[in-house]
């Protein structure tokens, strides 16, 4: 803000937006509709003036110990009036009253800032009451506490004492809203002078009054006692001032389904479902049913479950029968599975050896491997001179020599020739 406006425009302009602020349901005034699906959010531009205000007023309260900062106090002033009523003190504070992200507050500081520059220079001494000169008189947006709407009218109950002072006056303070009391728990009627359903008068004089709860079922007592009661719930009848629970089941107010039974419970009912063994049922459980369900036969005085695989209900190959609560179903018998609803005998696979997946290459090199070990070391107990093991020794070796001649000797031929 690098200058303000000249002062002889502030009347013409304050008259301007006076009549601005006057049209109704000026868009900026109006609060864009709340979603459906969540409450209001958006303040009544009163609040946000006041927000204004009250920004403002730290302003000043953070900036009353500053001065011009020009290095000559004393000559600054003189020449250029005091700072606590500057210009440049004005534009300090102008400059932070809004934050960043608050947008209602800058566009309403944009359409005021004529008038809060009036103010500053001409209103302070005889209107020293920014918010109630600003947001009420000129602006017209707020009202004095306990009055509602455009024309300001008095709550219920007074201005001195909305809604009695036991609830909320809607609108209280801003031009909008319709000045219904929002009663706390317990009161009631227009200016909340009253004591709500369920509370009765524990105490009340000319500006005091006192409602507590009545007994649980009792909508209007003249006490606390079970034995006080005028009036009862819904659910409940009035018998020699005591509230007794209606048995809905047993009248005809109940309504449950076909297949539902009716439980009663203090005030009301609930309605639960029977038994799958009945088709129709008094109660909870197989021994309460009207009739059984199919898959069910009565036995006794309860509907049991039809046993079906007793008698040959599965007519394929290799099926077998599983009884199910009020029915059956037909599997495949154990080692056999069901390929396009044909049971079909598993093929279960032989158990793999340790060398099953070798080739018979690496079988002839393992088995040369293995005898080769053996015949070492029993050539090194032969060269010890033991005669038992020296025997063994020249026997694996004719053994070895005459299976590779006998079994072998085509392999071991052909790799000769080949030169293997």
């Known amino acids: 803000m690098a200058s303000l406006p000249r002062r002889g425009l502030v009347p013409p302009l304050l008259w301007g937006l006076s009549l601005f602020l006057s049209l109704p349901g000026p868009v900026w005034l109006q609060p864009s509709p709340p979603p459906q699906s969540s409450p209001p959010t958006e303040l009544h531009p009163c609040h946000t003036c006041r927000g204004l205000v009250d920004s403002f007023n730290k302003g000043l309260e953070r900036t009353i110990r500053d001065n011009f900062g020009g290095g000559n106090t004393a000559w600054e002033e003189e020449k250029l009036s005091k700072y606590k009523d500057s210009e440049t003190r004005l534009v300090e504070v102008l400059e932070s009253v809004c934050s960043k992200s608050d947008f209602e507050c800058h566009r309403l500081l944009e359409l005021s800032e004529e008038l809060v520059e009036s103010w500053w220079f001409h209103k302070q001494q005889e209107a020293p009451d920014l918010f109630q000169w600003l947001c009420s008189d000129s602006l017209k947006l707020c009202c004095p506490s306990g009055t509602f709407g455009p024309s300001c009218l008095p709550c ?75 009036q009862c719930k819904k659910g409940w009848a009035l018998h020699h001032l005591k509230c007794v629970d209606i048995d809905e089941c047993g009248t005809e107010r109940a309504s449950c389904g076909a297949d539902q039974f009716c439980v009663n419970t203090e005030g009301s009912y609930e309605c639960r479902d029977c038994s799958k063994a009945c088709l129709g049922c008094m109660g909870a459980g197989p021994g309460r049913c009207k009739k059984c369900s199919p898959g069910y036969q009565q036995v006794g005085s309860k509907c049991l479950d039809v046993d079906e695989c007793e008698t040959k209900v599965c007519p394929g190959e290799n099926q077998q029968c599983e009884n199910t609560e009020g029915s059956y179903r037909c599997v495949c018998a154990e080692g056999y599975k069901e390929i396009e609803g044909v049971c079909v005998k598993e093929q279960i696979p032989e158990s793999a050896g340790f060398f099953s997946e070798m080739t018979e290459d690496e079988l002839v090199v393992l088995q040369q491997m293995f005898f080769g070990v053996i015949i070492c070391a029993l050539a090194t107990l032969a060269a010890k001179g033991d005669l038992v093991f020296t025997a063994i020794f020249i026997g694996a070796v004719a053994a070895m020599t005459g299976y590779w001649l006998s079994e072998r000797s085509d392999r071991v031929l052909e790799g000769f020739i080949k030169g293997r």
């Not at 801003?174 to 359903?197: F, I, K, M, N, P």
Request: aromatic residues 6%.
């Open 156 to 230: 219920p109950g007074g201005a001195e004492k909305p809604c009695g002072g036991y609830g909320q006056c809607e609108g209280e303070g801003t031009r909008g809203g319709s000045g219904h009391c929002d009663c706390q728990a317990g009161y009631g009627g227009e200016a909340c002078g009253q004591c709500g359903l369920g509370y009765f008068e524990a105490e009340r004089n000319a500006s005091h009054l006192v409602c507590s709860a009545c007994f649980g079922p009792c909508a209007r007592c003249s006490g606390p006692e079970e034995s006080n009661c005028l």
